[in-house]
């Protein structure tokens, strides 16, 4: 079974770093991009960007360059979504999810990671 | 960036009736088109993909069409598991892009 497990839910405070991660089981993880999403209660699904574990490449939306950082270590099948300094602004339930071997569509998806960053 | 606009809003449908919500896009995506279920609390899940295949295990009564601009999900008798919100996404230049989602609730 093709599995994403991500890791669980933060509480942050503006100006903290911050990485959180997504495993691949179930399939061979260098061949197929690992896109992020965000959700909020006010801007539905947002597309972040994708990673390739199999050379690193990279595609970020513009509205989240130099926001995030996306990177993979497939070593260890994961994924990861990374912050220098969190806003509040960043607070939302954030996805991975596997993209499809002909197309791009994102199947399956990761259970979601709630990052939550208050004073 | 391409923009996907998705109607109704909301859309108010009784068990058994037929279901069809609207996704358009600012400029052509072909057939790179894919629609999602999501349930409250629950990650979203992949019905459509290139605008009319259906992913695997998903019932026949959920249909995709449309290429270009215009797509449409149908849902040819709504059960009650299928009450839900609904997204498009293109994946036919970057960066991706959802809708806004369609909410599909109990007349």
């Known amino acids: 079974e093709v599995q994403l497990v991500q890791s669980g839910a933060e509480l942050k405070k503006p100006g903290e770093s911050l990485k959180i991660s997504c495993k691949g089981s179930?399939?061979?993880?260098?061949?197929?991009?690992i896109g992020w999403v965000r959700q909020t209660p006010g801007k539905g699904l947002e597309w972040l960007g994708v990673i390739y574990p199999g050379d690193s490449d990279t595609r970020y939306s513009p509205s989240f360059q130099g926001q995030v950082t996306i990177s993979v270590d497939k070593s260890v099948s994961t994924a990861y979504l990374q912050w220098s300094s969190l806003k509040a602004s960043d607070t939302g339930m954030y996805y991975c999810?596997?993209?499809?071997?002909?197309?791009?569509?994102?199947?399956?998806w990761g259970q979601g990671t709630l990052v939550t960053v208050s004073s | 960036e391409i923009m996907m606009t998705q109607s109704p809003g909301t859309l108010s449908v009784s068990p058994g009736e037929r279901a069809t919500l609207s996704c358009r896009a600012s400029q052509s995506v072909t057939s790179n088109l894919a629609w999602y279920q999501q349930k409250p609390g629950q990650a979203p899940r992949l019905l459509i993909y290139d605008a009319s295949a259906r992913a695997t295990g998903i019932p026949a009564r959920f249909s995709g069409s449309g290429s270009g601009t215009e797509f449409t999900l149908t849902i040819s008798s709504l059960q009650s598991e299928d009450f839900a919100v609904y997204y498009c996404q293109q994946y036919n230049d970057w960066p991706r892009t959802f809708g806004q989602g369609t909410k599909v609730e109990i007349k």
């Open positions: 179930g399939y061979r993880f260098p061949n197929f991009w």
């Open positions: 999810a596997r993209a499809g071997a002909t197309d791009d569509s994102f199947d399956p």
